[in-house]
């Protein structure tokens, strides 16, 4: 099983700044990586797949990069709305699909 | 539009079953591999189970293989999670998530997913 890491738990950013989120593969692969974006009280939300490439309808502003153990998504100037838990997800080996445990992103 | 609407939910005591169903519509159903997907109050994503589009090829995780089994009618277009032998620790929202792509075995990422359905097991 692929184990999958996200750091940090948090990150306190202010409107405008930009966040840099990570995770971290307990094996190696290529690019077999989404991400999602979770607000309170509503289903998870497909941003990345395939480690950098943009879903449908997802703000430039939102770029993923990486390979091998470590990736990274990039939120370039934070919006009101991006505010919300992010988690990342393998899809190299499986089963099982493995998620990270998230990062809250906060008002700063 | 794609729309997935997961419904069954509910308190059961532990050791009780129970049956989620997940109503799709707006994309040709049978051609895509399904998921169940579950978060825990507070906490994070697991995924749970997948099956093929064609219902032929079924996965589970281990914390629940031998007491959920996940099954699809593709004539109604709807997808089912038969969940017996339930424990306290399988309290969450159950969330079913459509595979991106047709055709496919699953395994790959979830676009989209449905609101979810509260299962609460607890005496």
């Known amino acids: 099983e692929i184990v999958m890491t996200q750091s940090p738990a948090t990150l306190s950013v202010s409107p405008g700044e930009r966040a840099t989120l990570s995770c971290r593969a307990s094996?190696?692969?290529?690019?077999?990586l989404a991400w999602y974006q979770q607000k309170p009280g509503q289903a998870p939300r497909l941003l990345i797949y395939?480690?950098?490439t943009r879903a449908t309808g997802i703000p430039a502003r939102f770029s993923g990069s990486g390979s091998g153990t470590e990736f990274t998504l990039t939120i370039s100037s934070l919006q009101s709305e991006d505010f919300a838990v992010y988690y990342c997800?393998?899809?190299?080996?499986?089963?099982?699909?493995?998620f990270g445990g998230g990062t809250k992103v906060e008002i700063k | 539009e794609v729309q997935l609407v997961e419904s069954g939910g509910g308190l059961v005591q532990p050791g009780g079953s129970l049956r989620l169903s997940c109503a799709a519509s707006g994309f040709t159903f049978s051609s895509y591999a399904m998921n169940w997907v579950r978060q825990a109050p507070g906490k994070g994503l697991e995924w749970v189970s997948a099956?093929?589009?064609?219902?032929?090829?079924?996965y589970y995780a281990d914390s629940v293989k031998g007491r959920f089994t996940i099954s699809r009618d593709n004539s109604k277009t709807t997808l089912y999670l038969q969940m017996n032998s339930l424990r306290a620790e399988d309290t969450a929202v159950y969330y079913c998530?459509?595979?991106?792509?047709?055709?496919?075995?699953?395994?790959?990422?979830?676009?989209?997913w449905g609101q979810g359905t509260l299962v609460t097991v607890s005496s």
């Open positions: 997800q393998q899809y190299n080996n499986w089963p099982p699909l493995t």
């Open positions: 099956i093929s589009g064609s219902g032929g090829s079924t």
């Open positions: 395939g480690a950098s």
């Open positions: 998530a459509k595979d991106p792509k047709p055709m496919l075995q699953g395994g790959n990422w979830f676009d989209p």
């Open positions: 094996q190696s692969f290529s690019s077999n």
